[in-house]
């Protein structure tokens, strides 16, 4: 089987353009930003399974929650930090500090402890000046120091924040002892060219020691900004399997993995072999299905119909598939239908050690063909309007909240 390049193979004027680190620690928020998506929930025992096989494929650090958010969550996050994974285990806190204690308290080595620091944040959300936003930042990460964690600053929405306060509040929190710098693009405005210039300028103000980045993919672009920050030379990116995580979600745990390492040759410290298995347990256990003709998991990424497109593949898999499904643990498919070609029908014909005359296939492609256009969209209706009535309304429905508002003896003024 023929081995795709590297990009360099085929454009190697842009090496030079890029700042690898030396190592890369992925970071997986599948656990805390991934569940954040809309109608999503992990109990204990599932957030310990996914941060299991995390762990087991070499996922270097997990996010296993927010400890203050709820007895089961502190739970959650006490087993995993308990399990004895070879990963590194995090948990996040507010700058308040029954969040860093709450997160001192759950036996996890690592810590995330995040504020907000654009100005509509600071204003309309947190209701802080710079000044509070910085002393309370400053606590907080003294006080996990204190207590012996590894600890990284995140600021939410730090792209679209005055850059002279990031500047003072990133070094600020540097000099009292921040391990990692996360720079987060939290709505996702981001463009690989513009983040690029902001996290160079970012090198150069602050001079972080560790540099992380949180990509969002409001506009479908949290994977290119996050390889991008990689070759800017961000050690620790964010990711989320699936691409989980709050609206459109986070950059995908599997499309950075695989871009680094079969695009640049970059080592992630990942087995991808189990990136589908990952892929398939976490749509489980989250109960967000992947989209068909999402990046390497969806079902439709090696799969095969057109005519043109199977006879290349036949030939040889480098015309149109820049990675071996084998790679993800995944295979090969060729669909039969509308589009299929001789070439198709021929390779199916041989799985079976059968030949046909030219006459022959071609009678069996053409009704091939007419049996692919006919074919009934009935059951593909119902089964929409089903995943539909699910998913354009996760959660609790409005009827099961009116009744807790009326259990509560709470009057409302209309029906
Ligand atoms: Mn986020």
């Known amino acids: ?66 400890p203050v958010v709820s007895r089961e969550e502190a739970e959650a996050v006490r087993r995993v930090a308990h399990a004895g994974l070879k990963t590194k285990v995090l948990a996040a806190a507010r700058t308040v500090p029954r969040d860093v204690e709450a997160v001192v308290d759950s036996g996890v080595t690592h810590i995330a402890i995040f ?64 391990d990692r710098l996360v720079v987060a693009d939290t709505v996702g405005i981001m463009t690989p060219l513009t983040f690029r210039w902001y996290l160079t300028e970012f090198v150069r103000r602050v001079r972080p020691k560790d540099l992380s980045v949180h990509c ?11 390889i991008t920050a990689v070759e800017c030379g961000a050690r620790a990116p964010h990711v989320c399997v699936n691409g989980l995580g709050e609206r459109a979600g986070n950059a995908a745990l599997e499309e950075v993995v695989l871009g680094l390492e079969s695009l640049y040759g970059v080592r992630t410290g990942v087995d991808t072999r189990r990136l589908f298995e990952l892929s398939r347990l976490v749509e489980e256990l989250s109960g967000v299905p992947i989209g068909v003709n999402k990046a390497l998991v969806g079902y439709n990424a090696f799969s095969h119909e057109a005519g ?56 069996l492609l053409e009704r091939i063909k007419l049996e692919g256009e006919a074919r009934s969209k009935d059951e593909l209706r119902r089964f929409l309007d089903e995943y539909r009535s699910i998913f354009e309304r996760p959660g609790l429905s409005d009827a099961e909240f009116w009744a807790m508002v009326e259990a509560a003896g709470i009057r409302t003024v209309t029906a």
């Open 1 to 66: 089987m023929p081995e795709p390049g590297l990009v360099e193979d085929y454009h190697p004027a842009t090496a030079s353009q890029r700042h690898f680190p030396a190592s890369i620690e992925l970071w997986d928020e599948t656990l805390r930003d991934g569940e954040q998506a809309p109608g999503v929930h992990f109990s204990p025992e599932e957030k310990l399974r996914i941060a299991e096989l995390l762990s087991d494929i070499g996922v270097g650090v997990v996010n296993a929650g927010i």
């Open 308 to 363: 043109i497109h199977t006879h290349g593949i036949l030939a040889n898999t480098l015309t149109y598939e820049p990675l071996q499904p084998g790679a993800i643990g995944r295979e090969r498919q060729l669909i039969l239908g509308k589009h299929t070609g001789r070439a198709a029908v021929v390779e199916k014909l041989k799985e079976r050690g059968a030949t046909a005359s030219d006459p022959i296939l071609a009678q």
């Open 216 to 226: 969002h993919n409001d506009f479908g672009l949290a994977t290119a900004n996050t």
């Open 115 to 178: 504020v907000a620091a654009s100005e509509v944040h600071l204003r309309y959300k947190l209701k802080m000046t710079q000044e509070e936003v910085l002393a309370a930042s400053l606590a907080s990460v003294r006080r996990a120091k204190e207590a012996g964690l590894h600890t990284a600053f995140v600021t939410e929405d730090t792209v679209r924040a005055p850059f002279d306060f990031v500047e003072r509040l990133y070094t600020a929190v540097q000099d009292a002892g921040a």
